[in-house]
């Protein structure tokens, strides 16, 4: 069985741990490595032969159109992360629209396809944001995969679906729906998706979680950023869990990484929604959660 392979394109001062600390007006003058390092996955991925979806950031596709065209060649899906990596519960429907289009239009004047699928920010879209969903289905987008079945301090919600399923939004559309992967430990949902649960948890939590999603004939879903497996990346003095969560294993991700797709087959995500049991069902309304 094919998982999905998922890529969230950003540099390494756009995560959400970062803010406050590094100004978004200051952006354009850090010193980028979201080249070097997204070209670094993508020779990853052309050895293990796998295919994936990047979800590239509007803003990073603005400057860095020959990127999105040269991932689009090398033969993976191109999506939406968003415009400015702004978390979705703090915007509002207008807002939000109003990012949407203008990350699509980046992505779609350099990659000359228009996304279908979107990941916000920091799995931004949970209880407090679920009219996003109305807002996605409404200009057209046929997936996300923003749900993280978990409980963080910033987003997830823990009784979602842990698989695949079609959404009913408030106004009655529908759109697929592809969660983060988690594991089943002590009756609790634990990330087992990648991120910081691939640098973090043992690699044998991520391994169990994949193939106990493949053996109930279902697919699973592997994320990584680039700045990941960028162990030389600025430091920037940020504390407490940020700093955990960021810095920890960073020379660790590429070995891991590698291990997972030698195990495990991997696709884009589109693919593996048409192969996924749960996309065949009724859709289900988001108010359930």
């Not at 991925?45 to 295919?51: I, L, Q």
């Not at 979800?55 to 992360?81: K, Q, T």
């Not at 810095?247 to 291990?259: A, F, P, S, V």
Request: charged residues 25%; hydrophobic residues 35%; positive net charge.
């Amino acid at each position: 069985m094919k998982n999905v392979l998922s890529v969230d394109v950003e540099d390494w001062f756009q995560v959400s741990n970062f803010d406050g600390v590094v100004p978004r007006d200051s952006w354009d003058s850090q010193p980028s490595r979201v080249e070097r390092n997204t070209r670094r996955l993508l020779d990853l991925f052309d050895a293990a032969g796998a295919r994936g979806t990047f979800f590239v950031l509007g803003w990073i596709a603005e400057r860095y159109p020959d990127l999105v065209r040269e991932i689009r060649a090398r033969g993976h899906d191109l999506a939406s992360h968003g415009y400015g990596h702004e978390l979705v519960y703090h915007l509002n429907p207008q807002s939000f629209a109003a990012d949407l289009l203008r990350a699509s239009s980046a992505i779609e004047n350099a990659g000359d396809v228009r996304p279908k699928g979107y990941r916000a920010p920091s799995f931004s879209i949970d209880r407090r944001s679920f009219w996003a969903f109305d807002v996605l289905a409404q200009q057209g987008y046929a997936y996300d995969s923003s749900v993280f079945p978990v409980r963080h301090p910033r987003y997830g919600v823990p009784r979602f679906p842990r698989t695949p399923i079609r959404v009913r939004t408030s106004e009655g559309r529908v759109l697929a729906e592809f969660p983060l992967t988690t594991a089943r430990v002590l009756g609790r949902n634990v990330g087992a998706a990648g991120g910081g649960y691939l640098r973090i948890l043992p690699l044998a939590v991520l391994e169990r979680a994949f193939g106990a999603m493949n053996e109930s004939g279902e697919p699973a879903c592997l994320y990584v950023h680039p700045w990941e497996i960028d162990p030389e990346q600025p430091r920037v003095r940020v504390k407490g869990l940020g700093r955990f969560t960021h810095y920890t294993n960073l020379d660790r991700t590429e070995g891991r990484l590698k291990r997972l797709l030698q195990r495990f087959e991997f696709a884009p995500m589109e693919e593996c929604l048409r192969h996924s049991p749960g996309i065949a069902g009724e859709p289900q309304s988001v108010s359930r959660w």
